[in-house]
């Protein structure tokens, strides 16, 4: 077994809080049988060699809630710019696309950097690669803000993997 | 009761206010890149100020579980979304309106 049973576990967990949320029936039949059906698909899972750290990486759960917090409020500021620059007349953007490197070391930290640059506003990640992103933002400004490596250095890195 | 009846009605006509203005956002700006910007407002604060309204209007049940079901799925499937777009676009060849002023400063901040 290459990862270790921890992994198989918290799957397993996370989808039967799932069902559990999705049902809402807390009588014994119904929950036996959401439970039969969560061992039934990380038994499968399993079998197809499907889980591994980034499944569900749940070594990263405190690390990437930290990072969320960061996320949303990076979110919002960005969102409070692009708006600005919506409803200001006459030359508002100035478009840049730049290939930027990458220093993070792990898979999963490189797409969670390129997914959190696409979800903030005025940043679209359009290309990835092992030692680039390519991305288009609306604005110098947050060009230049990418590049200091701001948002690069709150993203946690998957250590587990690196080591390896 | 009222109190919450307002601070929601609150939250959804803001995330109304904000849907509009990715609209008018997509129709100002230039070109393909640029509009996915403002799409990404519709997206994020846009999406999460209609679903913290009805999280409060439906109370704690298991509807506003389900609606945080959904903003955690919209938070990770439209930045995906964006990407394939953005990616096609520029596999596919679109060339980008750049900005010339500023073009080639951000070029000179890549190592190589």
């Not at chain 1, 953007?93 to 959190?116: G, H, M, W």
């Not at chain 1, 992103?133 to 200091?148: F, G, M, R």
């Not at chain 2, 999460?48 to 579980?65: D, E, N």
């Amino acid at each position: 077994m290459k990862y270790p049973v921890k992994h198989i576990i918290s799957l397993g967990v996370l989808l039967f809080t799932l069902w559990l949320c999705l049902s809402g029936q807390l009588n014994a039949l119904m929950i036996s049988l959401g439970l039969a059906s969560t061992i039934a698909i990380v038994a499968i899972t399993h079998r197809m060699d499907c889980i591994d750290h980034e499944t569900y990486p749940a070594h990263m759960n405190l690390l990437l809630l930290r990072f969320w917090l960061f996320l949303a409020r990076e979110i919002v500021v960005a969102n409070i710019d692009v708006i600005k620059r919506i409803f200001k007349p006459g030359k508002n953007i100035s478009p840049q696309l730049f290939e930027l490197p990458l220093t993070l070391k792990s898979d999963v930290s490189r797409v969670i950097y390129a997914n959190a640059i696409t979800l903030t506003p005025g940043t679209v990640s359009a290309n990835l690669d092992r030692k680039t992103v390519t991305v288009h933002t609306l604005s110098i400004e947050a060009a230049q803000d990418l590049s200091s490596g701001r948002m690069a250095s709150a993203v946690p890195e998957d250590y587990g993997v690196v080591k390896r | 009761m009222l109190f919450i009846e307002i601070i929601s009605w609150l939250f959804i006509v803001a995330g109304a206010l904000l849907g509009i203005a990715g609209g008018i956002g997509i129709h100002r700006f230039p070109d393909f890149y640029s509009r996915l910007h403002a799409v990404g407002i519709t997206d994020t604060l846009c999406a999460a100020m209609f679903l913290v309204g009805l999280c409060m209007q439906t109370g704690v049940s298991i509807a506003s579980l389900k609606l945080m079901l959904i903003f955690i799925f919209l938070f990770f499937s439209s930045p995906t979304a964006t990407h394939a777009l953005a990616n096609a676009a520029l596999l596919g060849g679109l060339k980008p309106e750049l900005d010339e002023e500023y073009h080639g400063h951000c070029f000179d901040r890549h190592p190589d």
